[in-house]
C-alpha cells in the first residue's frame, strides 16, 4: 500500500490553533487504500496547541500577537519532509488555507480572513521535493490515484 501523509487535523486530532480539529468522514475511505500517517507541521515544529494563528507575511510567518515565529513553521515543515523522505511517501493530503498545510490558498497577511493564492510553507517543501499534494477538496482524486 500506499504511505500517505495527512494533515493531522483532517483525521481527527485536535491540533488546530484553536484546539479544535478538521476531521472529514472520507479518511475513513482512504484508511482502507493507504497507509496514512497523520501528523501535525505547526505542533511538529514546537508550536503549542492552543496557540496564536499565524500568516505568512513576505518570506516571514508571524502570529496575531506580532511575534515571529518563521523559525518553528519552518522546522515543522523541514521535520515533515525529512519523515517523507525516510518513509518514502509519494502522496500528502492537507488541509487547505493553513500557513503550514496550505496547497492553493492561504490568508493574505493581514488576519482580515481575506485569501490568495499560495501555498503553506510545509506543502510547499514536499511539493519541492517531488511529494504529490492534494488538498481535501481533492480527495477523490487522491483516492483515484491510489486505485
Ligand atoms: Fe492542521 Fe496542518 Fe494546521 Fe496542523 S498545521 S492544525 S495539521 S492545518
Redesign the pocket.
Known sequence: MEKVIV????YGYK???DGKD?YIEKIEELKKKAIVIP?????MGGLSTPRFPSEIIGDKLINNQGIDVTEEYMRGAKVTLELALDMCVQYAL??EK?P??GKDKIYDGTFSGKLIEGSGV?AKLLQEHGIVVFSEDEIDELLESLK
Do not use: A, V
Open positions: 494533515s493531522g487535523c483532517l491540533c488546530r490553533y478538521n501528523l501535525c507541521p505547526e505542533q492537507l488541509k493553513s503550514s498545510c510545509t
